[in-house]
Structures are given as C-alpha cells and as structure tokens.
T-cell receptor, first 113, second 112 residues
Framework: AQSVTQLDSQVPVFEEAPVELRCNYS??????LFWYVQYPNQGLQLLLK??????LVKGINGFEAEFNKSQTSFHLRKPSVHISDTAEYFC???????????FGTGTSLTVIP | KAGVTQTPRYLIKTRGQQVTLSCSPI?????VSWYQQTPGQGLQFLFE???????NKGNFPGRFSGRQFSNSRSEMNVSTLELGDSALYLC???????????FGPGTRLTVT
C-alpha cells in the first residue's frame, strides 16, 4: 500500500512571494504522483501530475513540482503567489495498477495581501 | 468533454433518514470513486466502482453503499443518517491510461 504525508497543514505567505508545499510518499512499488487544488465549496481540480520522465513537472496556474525518488518527495512550488492561489492543496499517489488513490491530509495555503 | 456532475449539490436531511447521491462521470470513464470530506477527518475514501463492480472499499460502516449502472453513472446511498455523516461527498471519475482522477463539485449533506 501507499501513503502520503503533507508536512504542513497551514502555510501563510505574502502575495508575490515564493511558496513550497511539501509532500512525501511511501510506497514499495512505482507510483504516479499528483497535486490537486480545492477552492472553497468546490471539488478538487488537478494541478499537475508526474507519470515518468523529467522529474520537473509543470502544471496550471504557474505551479510546478519536482519528483525526488531518493527522498520520496514531490514538493509543489510557485515562484510568485497571487491572492487567488488561496486554497487547499492535496498531494496524492497511485500505484501503476491505478486501483486506488491515496491522498494526503491537505495543506491550506493562505496568501496575505 | 463535460466534466463530472453530481446531484444534488446541497441536501438537508434529518437523523434516521436515508439519502441517495448521484454522480455522472466524464464520458468514456468507467471508474467512479466516492470520498467523504469533513474538516476533522479530511478526505476519506468510501469505495470505487469499475464496470458496475465494486473494486475497492474504504473503512466505512455498511450504512454506506453504492452502485454503478451500465452507463457508468453511480449512486451512493447512506441509510439511517447520523449527525456525523454531515460532510461534502465527492465523486471522481477516472479513465485513460494515466489514472488521474477528475472530481465533481460535490454534494454538501447536512444532517440535523
């Protein structure tokens, strides 16, 4: 089975500052990795995904993430945040067979004007 | 393609009643998963259906059940509602070769 740990439950950051949301995973098999964003009273929206190949993955809204196999991490970054980035962010992992998704507990990003 | 749709969006029920929630996946997707989201417990996996068969199940009591129809639409039923069942219920569909899930907007269930 797989598991996901999001190390920070809340991250406040000033507008236009960079941000990193941390995610570590545990798995005995190769996995796919995902980041989702959830705005208030909405469902989850896929931000980006790592399947294979280049370890630096670019997603929507200027976000990117880097897969580090040796550290079993998949941290999400954005060089300059905007007020509209205030939301809940979830890291998720799925095995290659794709039978089940495992989500982290989420990180609440608050962008301060 | 149209996204995942869930109906109703909001629902208020009384303790002891039962409720049925509906989810229509993205066209062509055969896998539908259900999640319960609460402030205290976060996102919790309920079950997944694939081609009308339950493929995975989370750790929820038998009051929570589901089914999937031949057109991949899925329903989730909760019987004998409890106050603790108040939550956002999210449906996600999956298809294609890379297994990412696409979520609907959710059904907000309030049990009074």
């Amino acid at each position: 089975a797989q598991s996901v740990t999001q190390l920070d439950s809340q991250v406040p950051v000033f507008e236009e500052a960079p941000v990193e949301l941390r995610c570590n995973y545990s798995s005995s098999v190769s996995v796919y990795l995902f980041w989702y964003v959830q705005y208030p009273n909405q469902g989850l929206q896929l931000l980006l995904k790592y399947l294979s190949g280049s370890t630096l993955v670019k997603g929507i809204n200027g976000f990117e993430a880097e897969f580090n196999k040796s550290q079993t991490s998949f941290h999400l970054r954005k060089p300059s945040v905007h007020i509209s980035d205030t939301a809940e962010y979830f890291c998720a992992v799925s095995s290659y067979t794709g039978n089940q998704f495992y989500f982290g507990t989420g990180t609440s990003l608050t962008v301060i004007p | 393609k149209a996204g995942v749709t869930q109906t109703p969006r909001y629902l208020i029920k009384t303790r002891g009643q039962q409720v049925t929630l509906s989810c229509s996946p993205i066209s062509g997707h055969r896998s539908v998963s259900w999640y319960q989201q609460t402030p205290g417990q976060g996102l919790q996996f309920l079950f997944e259906y694939f081609s009308e068969t339950q493929r995975n199940k989370g750790n929820f009591p038998g009051r929570f059940s589901g089914r999937q129809f031949s057109n991949s639409r899925s329903e989730m039923n909760v019987s004998t509602l409890e106050l603790g069942d108040s939550a956002l219920y999210l449906c996600a569909s999956r298809g294609g070769e890379h297994y990412e899930q696409y979520f609907g907007p959710g059904t907000r269930l309030t049990v009074t």
